[in-house]
């Protein structure tokens, strides 16, 4: 990964002494080490303030570029601590042991044109149908050779009325792929002029995404999971034994490393980054958050001691595996997943402008006399939906057209533009997002870029309130990496992370003061990082776990 990193260590150090740091990094990389120091009466362990003895604490930095392998440990003083620095360089496209492949090619055996299939752009008719029936064309071209297949969209508009989902498990390489002009802008547009479908219009937040690439999560009759054994491995390693010898413990298998976990331990994961969790706010991440899971590639197996096996990976761990007690680890087959799928040079655009007064009139034929009274409260359980927000904050305020965090389903997903689930491998890059209601979700995603993406509207109203519901954001995955990213429209959750995440990269990423980035974790997020990023830090969307 490029770019630059500043990686900041607190230490304590006895006043007449130094903390020494270890820089190690490849031979052939340019690592340039850069320490100072200051004293203070406070000191950091892996993001949790600590209130030090006596002596005075030093901050150690660390600034390198280009490709990083860094050991950082401190000495030279008896209450001196280790602390790691989480590996982000295996974050992205097949864990950033390759670069992006060269843009897919619009002509050959293995390109579906979708006006071959009477996609007509430019008109007022719904090209719907006409894509479905190129992807199922590519799907049999990419099972028939092989080699992947690439859908190609010439330039123009095309109008897709529907919500489209597209289950490519098992077709390795579909590239969704438009055009661009000389200086490389989009010019296929993918146009959604009606609200996306949702069979219950008073049900926030629920409406289906127009472009859905998923795989199927069939995980079928390959094997169950296999305890971790031996230790388990440390953060930033690559290797573990795990009990017996699984048929499915093959090379380029995909697996899930997940840690059983009830309450108790869930508030133990947290100590390096909470303290101990007491607060009644967090009932959500104690009673039901998700325990550690990390998604990884099998490089390589082993025959280990005992009649076990060692599996390699391709990607470092992100956290600690370390079975003991009543905690245990475990490895199992992550099956059903699409993978190689790469999306660019295309634009998608949506229909919502924030103050049009057509975001509240969504069902006036089935809405209900009746009116809300002071308190909120819907009289005789009727409302008018024409006039009034369906439910959750702000209940009861009127809707005037311009966006209201869950004011109703239209405001949270009423254009929602792509979706990616179950995916690995695979990229979206070079992409335009215009007048959506959300850009990008991935969702239980491994070793996947977004790089050169734009978040705009067709009136940007820039420094204000928030004129969409989310932008691009990952919930569920690891080593995924964002990459110039740019939003020049306020969003009330931003560019960031939900769930269990652990490995992510947003760099030179930036977004108006307005919006901050996106911590809304039902479990427990941790080593991310955020590299070279301009843009707010909003008080009131930074997400959490609050019941």
């Known amino acids: 990964m490029s770019g630059s990193l500043v990686a900041l260590l ?64 401190t000495a030279a003083f008896k209450s001196s601590v280790v602390s790691d620095l989480p590996n982000f360089s295996h974050a992205g496209y097949r864990g950033d042991a390759l670069a992006l492949p060269p843009p897919a090619n619009n002509q050959g055996t293995n390109v579906v044109d979708v006006t071959h299939h009477r996609a007509i752009p430019d008109d007022d008719g719904d090209d719907s149908s006409n894509v479905i029936a190129a992807v199922a064309a590519a799907k049999a071209l990419s099972s028939g050779q092989g080699s992947g297949a690439v859908v190609y969209f010439p330039p123009g508009l095309y109008r897709i009325e529907q919500d489209l989902t597209f289950d490519l498990t098992g077709n390795t390489g579909i590239v969704f792929k438009g055009t661009v002009n000389s200086e490389g802008k989009p010019q296929s547009t993918l146009f959604f002029p009606a609200k996306s479908k949702n069979g219950t219009p008073w049900v926030q937040y629920r409406g289906k995404t127009f472009i859905t690439i998923k795989g199927n999560g069939f995980t079928g009759a390959s094997g169950g999971p296999v305890d971790v054994v031996d230790g388990g491995a440390r953060m930033n390693e690559f290797s573990l034994t795990v009990s017996g010898q699984p048929a499915w413990a093959t090379a380029g298998e995909l697996v899930q490393i997940i840690r059983k976990i009830d309450g108790v331990a869930r508030q133990d994961g947290a100590l390096d980054y909470l303290g101990r969790v007491t607060s009644s706010q967090w009932t959500k991440f104690i009673n039901s958050g998700r325990g550690p899971r990390e998604f990884h590639l099998i490089d390589s197996i082993e025959t280990a001691s005992g009649g076990n096996t060692k599996l390699t990976f391709r990607e470092p761990f992100k956290t600690n595996i370390n079975p003991e007690g009543s905690v245990s680890w475990t490895v199992e087959p992550w099956k059903g997943i699409a993978q190689g799928v790469g999306i660019e040079d295309l ?33 005789n359980g009727k409302y008018d939906a024409d006039l009034w927000c369906d439910g959750g904050p702000p209940k009861g305020k009127r809707c005037d057209g311009e966006f209201r965090h869950h004011c109703n389903y239209i405001h949270d997903t009423g254009y929602p533009a792509l979706s990616m689930f179950r995916v690995a491998d695979s990229y979206v890059r070079n992409c335009i997002f215009e007048d959506v209601t959300n850009a990008i979700s991935l969702s239980s995603a491994f070793a996947t870029t977004v790089l050169d993406v734009k978040v705009t509207a067709s009136t940007p109203l820039g420094e204000i309130e928030p004129q969409m519901h989310t ?77």
């Open 10 to 73: 607190t230490v304590l150090a006895a006043s007449t002494q130094h903390a020494v740091v270890g820089v190690e990094a490849s031979p052939d990389r340019d690592v340039a080490p850069l320490v100072t120091e200051d004293d203070g009466s406070w000191w950091n362990l892996r993001g949790k303030v600590i209130s030090p003895p006596d002596e005075s604490s030093s901050t150690v930095g660390v600034g390198c570029r280009g490709r990083r392998r860094l050991a950082v440990g």
């Open 347 to 379: 634009v998608f655009k949506g229909n919502f402008q924030r103050d049009s007064a057509s975001n509240c009139r969504f069902h006036s034929s089935s809405s209900q006399a009746g009116s809300m009274d002071a308190q909120g409260t819907w009289v």
């Open 471 to 547: 932008s691009v954001r990952v919930e569920n995955g690891n080593d995924v990496f964002f990459g110039r990213v740019s939003m020049d429209v306020s969003s009330d959750h931003g560019l960031g992370m939900a769930g269990v995440a652990s490995g992510i990269v947003f760099w030179k990423c930036s977004w108006p003061s307005v919006t901050g980035p996106e911590f809304h974790s039902k479990g427990l997020a941790s080593q991310n990082l955020y590299d070279d990023c301009s843009g707010g830090m909003s008080s009131v969307n930074k997400g959490g776990s609050m019941s």
